[in-house]
């Protein structure tokens, strides 16, 4: 698991992250983890299960570090993200980007979760206490620049 | 050509994978009408899915033909909220 990219059925590790995006040459390393929640709207998760479209989710978490680079040049990103059982606690996306100053990091980082969100063909299946549920976010269109224009303003809000 | 649907999709249609024959002419709307006709419990998706055509997004105008593979995707939830 050491490319920048990846989608994977293992756990999660930050620090494999920190290292592929060489944090020595650089004046900051800034993470996000996305974390299994034990509520959610109401309900007591038990665990989730996530899917994705593999061979397709690799090429978006690719076209998310190829827009961040457009925008932030001196911004180095990886963007892991987990499928499968996790349970609760357990991290479903791992992003870390080195950069040479903290502004740019924080943006790119932020950037990157908001466009997992709305273009990754990924989904989770909720188990909770009484039922199970698939949770349904944004229609994924990665040519809709609305979208990306949003997901910017937050990155740099 | 083979079909794939994911996550809701799939279990409202009880199969994640198909082979289908593809007229000539044909878009990706012209699949996921037939496919609706198969499964009518897709239809309430019409309005809010994503399509792929060989492992990349596409829109519903997009033409195809035999040998290729186009995804049903319902909206997604990557992440963690």
Known sequence: MAALTAITTEPLDLAVLTDLVGAENT????TFLGVVRNRN???NVHHLVYEAYEPLAERVLQRIREEARDHWPSVTLAVH?????LEIGEASVAIAAAS???????????YAIERVKQIAPVWKHE???G???WIEGATADPDDLAAREAAMRIACA | MTVRLFARLRDLAGTGELEREVPAGATVRTVWDSLTREFPDLAPYAESLSCAVNIDYA??????????????????????W
């Open chain 1, 27 to 30: 004046g900051a390393v800034t």
């Open chain 1, 41 to 43: 709207q109401g309900r």
């Open chain 1, 81 to 85: 993200h987990r499928i499968g059982r």
């Open chain 1, 100 to 110: 040479p100053h903290r502004a740019d990091g924080f943006a790119a980082c932020r």
């Open chain 1, 127 to 129: 188990y909770f206490e």
């Open chain 1, 131 to 133: 039922g199970d549920v």
């Open chain 2, 59 to 80: 829109r519903m105008t997009t033409a195809v033909s035999e040998g290729d593979e186009v995804a049903f995707l319902p909206p997604v939830s990557g992440g963690a």
